[in-house]
């Protein structure tokens, strides 16, 4: 497989060089989002709006956590810790252990080659996320956003394994936006965050998995557990995203914690993984119901 990292360090500079908003625009939409023109295509958003001020790259970007282009101040420096701490050969490094667990395990993407950027963040769009996440739904793309800081530059390499993982699972089960159940997104984010586990260790997971104390992940888990079958993208997103997302994004709040439904879906796939012996290799080729009928923590 073909290995792609964009050079997003020197995209930005040149960017934030720029002093004229339609220049800077022009070069934000065609020069630094266009390499992923198919992943935003896959996803219907164009890299410009066929109407003026209409929805399209920028505004997606912006609505998703990314810096806006024209906090320049609050990039620059955001672009100067990206540079000392060599986030780009972080990145490359993860990419290329990730790429010798699937030839290892004998697992595939199913795309010829992986295109990978990373960009700053808004620290204050993403401040329940640490300032980072990242976008790996699509085989042969990855997005990660970073707002770097003390805590997420450490996590750097599991969020990304969290994301390549995505590309794996999406390579053997299809995404359906209109019928996937909190189940199948339980599972989808739960296999994810184990494979996280598995190459780089429990302490480098992401807070979505680990600001849970056992009274509120309990809780959640029996708010879930009666949940697994209802389907839908904006119904299923409440319970994964929790109450305050929900809320910003205008889906039905039901009662839940910031990511409940990842902190679930990780308890879910490594109760499964124990219970019956099986790795993340393994585990990542099942079906949902195979894995959620199988693992014990809706059993009581």
Request: charged letters at 20%; proline letters at 4%; one cysteine or more.
């Amino acid at each position: 497989m073909k290995l792609i990292i964009e050079d997003t360090i020197e995209q930005y500079e040149e960017l934030f060089s720029i002093d004229k908003k339609r220049d800077r625009e022009y070069y934000y939409r065609y020069s630094i989002m266009k390499p992923f023109e198919q992943m935003w295509n896959t996803i219907n958003v164009p890299l410009k709006a066929k109407q003026p001020n209409g929805y399209d790259v920028i505004m997606a970007t912006n609505m998703l956590g990314y810096l806006n282009m024209s906090d320049t101040e609050m990039g620059r420096e955001a672009l100067k810790n990206l540079k000392e701490i060599q986030a780009l050969q972080t990145a490359e490094h993860t990419l290329n252990d990730c790429i010798h667990f699937i030839k290892k395990n004998n697992v595939k993407i199913r795309a010829e080659e992986l295109r990978f950027g990373l960009y700053i963040a808004d620290p204050n769009t993403l401040k329940l996320q640490k300032g980072y996440c990242g976008f790996g739904g699509i085989p042969g793309f990855i997005h990660v956003v970073l707002y770097p800081n003390s805590y997420n530059i450490p996590r750097l390499p599991a969020v990304i394994a969290h994301e390549f993982h995505h590309n794996i699972r999406f390579s053997y089960f299809d995404w359906d936006h209109g019928n996937v159940t909190v189940g199948d997104y339980l599972i989808i984010e739960g296999l994810a965050e184990s494979f996280a586990r598995e190459l780089y260790g429990e302490a480098l997971l992401g807070p979505w998995v680990t600001s849970f104390n056992q009274e509120d992940l309990e809780y959640s888990i029996e708010v879930i557990k009666g949940s697994l079958n209802i389907k839908g993208f904006a119904e299923v997103s409440s319970y994964m995203f929790g109450d305050t997302i929900a809320t910003e994004q205008g889906y039905q709040p039901v009662g839940l914690s910031p990511f409940a439904g990842y902190a679930v879906g990780y308890q879910a796939v490594q109760s499964f993984m124990k219970a019956n012996q099986v790795g993340i290799k393994e585990a990542t080729l099942l079906s949902t119901d195979e894995i959620l009928n199988n693992c014990e923590l809706f059993s009581n």
